[in-house]
């Protein structure tokens, strides 16, 4: 198994709550029915799942991540969650629906994945997600890749970590793998992140996979460049600096 990366649960619920804010709106599509068997897949600390459980749907939670899994465990005691990984989970019982907030743009095996979420749905199984879509924090990653390069001799661009397709891309190789894709949708999502610190908890949580390697001083040396160079570019509102995220949204059915 490859390593998974350690991920900071409390600084996810404290500092990014958004994550789970924001999956409000994939819920009102998703529309779980009470009774449904619906597979949360990448379910961090379980918010979602939880909403859907209160619904009356009998929901398992899935992430790689094991601190996403134990702070999810302890927050919602009575609930369900596995520790998996999208490209290679196999379900033991289909599900009535794949539920995925957030979580796919970390997934560079897109195949293995929508595989995967094939094979745990039942015929006419439905998938919903969303997650980053082609050209999503176009504007971190060059920070991040410039500053690295410049200052610190690496080749950042070949650590980015992130998949994000376009909506041909996507949709192709859902139909390759046996779905009909019945919605997409790619649309700019600007997301607040607050003052500076918000920038930093980004860095934090998100690009450590760029910061291989590096001390832990000279990752927060960098942290301070890039942020620097960040609050150039990015935009602003009134609950301040804005991360350019773009949404891929897709709605797909098994072929049954
Ligand atoms: C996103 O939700 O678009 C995202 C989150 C973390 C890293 C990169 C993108």
């Known amino acids: 198994m490859k390593e998974v990366r350690p991920w900071n649960a409390a600084l996810y619920d404290s500092s990014l709550g958004f994550v789970s804010r924001y999956g409000q709106d994939l819920l009102q599509i998703l529309k779980p029915a009470a009774g449904e ?5 990448g379910c961090g600390t379980g918010d979602l799942a939880d909403e859907m459980t209160k619904l009356g749907a009998d929901v398992t939670g899935l992430d790689a991540s ?13 609930l369900r969650f ?20 957030a979580a796919l743009h970390w997934v560079k095996d897109a195949k293995g994945a929508t595989e995967s979420i094939w094979e745990a749905l039942r015929p006419g199984g439905r998938f919903v997600a969303e997650f980053g879509g ?21 080749d950042a661009a070949a650590r980015n970590p992130w ?6 891309e996507y949709a192709s190789l859902l ?18 992140l607050g003052d500076e610190q918000g920038i930093r ?30 609050t150039q570019v990015l935009a602003r509102s009134s609950e301040g600096w804005l991360a350019d995220y773009r949404r891929l949204r897709i709605v797909a059915l098994k072929r049954g």
Request: aromatic share 14%; glycine share 6%; no cysteine.
């Open 37 to 41: 068997k619906i597979l949360d897949l």
């Open 163 to 168: 998949y994000y397709p376009s909506i041909g």
């Open 201 to 230: 908890d980004w860095l934090s949580m998100f690009a450590r996979p760029y910061f291989s390697g590096m001390s832990e001083e000279q990752t927060a040396e960098a942290s301070e460049w890039i942020t620097g160079k960040l």
């Open 134 to 154: 082609k050209g999503n924090v176009r504007l971190f990653a060059s920070a991040i890749e410039e500053v690295l390069a410049s200052r610190y001799d690496v």
């Open 175 to 192: 139909e390759q793998t046996g779905f009909d894709v019945v919605f997409a949708e790619l649309f700019d999502r600007p997301t607040p």
């Open 82 to 101: 596995i520790i998996g990984r999208a490209e290679s989970f196999r379900a033991e019982e289909p599900y009535d629906a794949v539920f995925s907030n």
């Open 66 to 78: 094991e601190e996403m899994i134990s702070r999810a465990r302890e927050k919602y005691p009575e």
